[in-house]
């Protein structure tokens, strides 16, 4: 054995490729991780520079300058702040929500002896091939007098099959059977071995589908824009489009209200209101892209546990 | 018989588990089934007012509607060009994004390149629709700032011909970081020995990726091509609808965002469903198409 690695150790030195392999490698990978940070990278200089410097094009390395009107302004933006707290209301209950239906039928879908497991592992099937689409779940939820209340958007989607179905997984392979014929024996009915033995033993899967859950509730706009018209409601995604998508809101009310008629003070709105989109970018990023890191593992694992039976 | 007499006592022996599968059950058939069940009206004139059981029975109306208009040949035809033109940039850069990191010799910084690549994930459709909008911008966006720094000549983004690339440049950015997981994921079950083998038997770097790591993950990658072809009908509808305007809205009225329209805007709930379901049918035959081919191929599929 020693021997042999020795032996495929030499062999490795000798060839020559290998040095040339890993720098070409190495090159491109540096390169493309350059272009792949830079347009997070110009946001957030552009954000922090002053408007002039950045229109003027001279904002593309480093920043200069400084951007204090720009920051004054997205404080004192209400709808932000607002948006900012709906979305953290919504994506907390939302994602309580998911855990409790995604941990409970995850549960029984895994249980071997359950009578009905076969039936109701087929009617979570179907739904990742067929739906009734956007026009009547619209109508469900209007039918279900759901429109403009968060249950429009914590309920459409309370559980995706695809989370479902990596719990079941995770749980069935690592809850074994003797475990629960053991509890079982001990007197312990299904509610009690789910709360007591298999939730502490499936912090990790719990952890991997809650952040999935959550990510997924704070960056979804779609949903809330069919379902949600009061702006008082709006979540964080949608006061971002209005913001930087519906074209010079801020110039035209400034327009008409204070009837500005050199171009020069035309352009100066264009760029305060330009600078405060890439605060506004900023804003809406940061928090999760400083998250992430952190929780990068789970999910990582999340994908690599549905990839095993997906 | 048998069966039920099982469920039956399952069902008293082990009525707290039944109790359990209740919230699971209630959700699906509300919400899963229940617009199934709703999918009904794109064979009826629905009327709001009256619900499904006072509205006339159309038959196929809605669908002839729609495809003897003279623009819905374009609305697919959108369609399948934004799909098929990501297919086939999207689909293999992560593939050799993940053979790449999977190359690195330094564990450590390869953690780091990973987590740069990954994060455009976490980044909202909305905020990168408008980041586009930041950039693009034809006169102050950086993109053509730069090219007026090197020298080039500005390119005008207001085009529709400028729509395609700008959308799929930006896909990539957003995904194939986070697609190569699937990969990598793959690529950690090689066997080692394999590498040693191949290493003792005089096999370069470049040789062990094409002989070893590339066989090994084909077949997650025909489950890959085969999800992407059947979801070639749904296309992104959300960034495509954030990213429409006046000037392109000849290459980006996609069949899902003409039926948001339709349905929600104009408020043509049947036609809007019965459009639906058109395009859910297509995705499910190109799904079955992706499948036959794969087994015929590779020898699997999914279905």
């Not at chain 1, 409970?104 to 497991?117: C, I, W």
């Not at chain 1, 500005?260 to 209101?273: D, F, K, M, P």
């Not at chain 2, 091509?225 to 006046?246: F, P």
Request: charged share 15%.
């Amino acid at each position: 054995m020693d021997k042999m690695k020795k032996k495929s150790w030499i062999k490795q030195s000798k060839i020559q490729g290998d040095w040339r392999f890993d720098l070409i490698n190495g090159l491109i990978l540096l390169v493309l991780t350059l272009i792949f940070f830079y347009p997070m990278y110009l946001v957030f200089i552009s954000a922090i520079s002053s408007p002039s410097e950045v229109f003027a094009g001279r904002v593309l390395l480093l920043p200069t300058g400084s951007n204090y009107e720009g920051f004054k302004r997205v404080m004192e933006n209400e709808a932000l702040w607002r948006g900012y707290a709906n979305t953290a209301v919504y994506t907390t209950i939302g994602t309580l929500i998911n855990l409790v239906l995604t941990m409970t039928g995850a549960f029984v879908l895994s249980r071997k002896t359950f009578a009905l497991r076969k039936p109701l592992n087929w009617m979570v099937l179907v739904t990742m091939f067929f739906g009734g689409g956007m026009i009547p779940t619209y109508l469900l939820v209007k039918d279900l007098k759901l429109l403009n209340t968060i249950g429009a958007l914590v309920l459409p989607g309370a559980i995706s099959t695809w989370n479902l179905i990596i719990t079941r997984t995770f749980l069935t392979t690592s809850i074994p059977d003797e475990l629960q014929d053991a509890a079982h024996i001990d007197g312990c009915n299904n509610i009690g071995f789910f709360i007591r033995i298999v939730l502490p033993n499936s912090t990790a899967i719990i952890a991997v589908i809650g952040l999935f859950y959550a990510v997924g509730h704070w960056l979804s706009y779609w949903n809330a824009m069919l379902y949600i018209t009061k702006e008082e409601m709006y979540p964080l995604q949608l006061v971002l489009r209005d913001i930087l998508l519906k074209a010079e809101v801020a110039m035209q009310s400034a327009r008409t209200g204070e009837n500005i008629e050199n171009a020069t003070a035309v352009v100066e709105l264009l760029r305060i209101s330009e600078s405060v989109k890439y605060i506004v970018v900023v804003a809406g990023t940061l928090p999760l892209l400083i998250i992430f890191p952190f929780v990068e593992k789970h999910f990582v694992k999340g994908v690599m546990i549905g990839s095993v039976k997906g | 018989m048998r069966y039920w007499r099982y469920l039956k006592r399952d069902a008293v022996r082990n009525w707290d588990l039944y109790l359990m599968a209740v919230p699971m059950v209630v959700y699906y058939i509300i919400f899963c089934y229940g617009p199934m069940y709703g999918l009904q009206i794109a064979f009826m004139d629905y009327n709001p007012w009256r619900g499904m059981a006072g509205s006339k029975f159309v038959g196929f109306k809605h669908f002839i509607n729609f495809l003897s208009l003279p623009s819905s040949f374009q609305y697919i035809g959108n369609t399948l060009r934004i799909s098929i033109s990501s297919l086939i940039f999207s689909y293999p850069l992560p593939i050799i994004l993940a053979l790449m990191f999977n190359a690195m010799p330094s564990q450590r910084i390869r953690k780091t390149v990973q987590t740069v690549f990954y994060m455009p994930h976490f980044v909202s459709t909305v905020v990168v629709v408008g980041m586009l909008a930041l950039f693009t911008n034809n006169q102050v966006g950086a993109i053509n700032q730069i090219i007026r720094a090197l020298g080039g000549e500005a390119i005008d983004f207001n085009k529709a011909s400028s729509f395609l690339p700008t959308y799929l440049i930006s896909g990539i950015w957003q995904g194939a970081g986070w697609s190569t997981i699937i990969y990598t994921g793959a690529l950690t079950s090689v066997n080692p020995e394999l590498y040693e083998a191949a290493t003792v038997d005089g096999a370069s770097k470049f040789q062990r990726v094409w002989h070893i790591d590339i066989p090994s993950i084909l077949p997650t990658m025909s489950i890959t091509l085969i999800l992407a072809i059947g979801g070639l009908m749904s296309v992104g509808h959300e960034k495509v609808y954030l990213m429409q305007s006046a000037t392109n809205i000849s290459v980006t009225e996609i069949v899902s965002t003409y039926s948001y329209k339709a349905g929600l805007i104009s408020g043509q709930y049947s036609y809007s469903s019965a459009i639906g379901m058109f395009n859910s049918v297509v995705n499910f035959i190109l799904l079955l198409f992706a499948n036959t081919l794969s087994r015929r191929v590779s020898g699997s599929g999914i279905l």
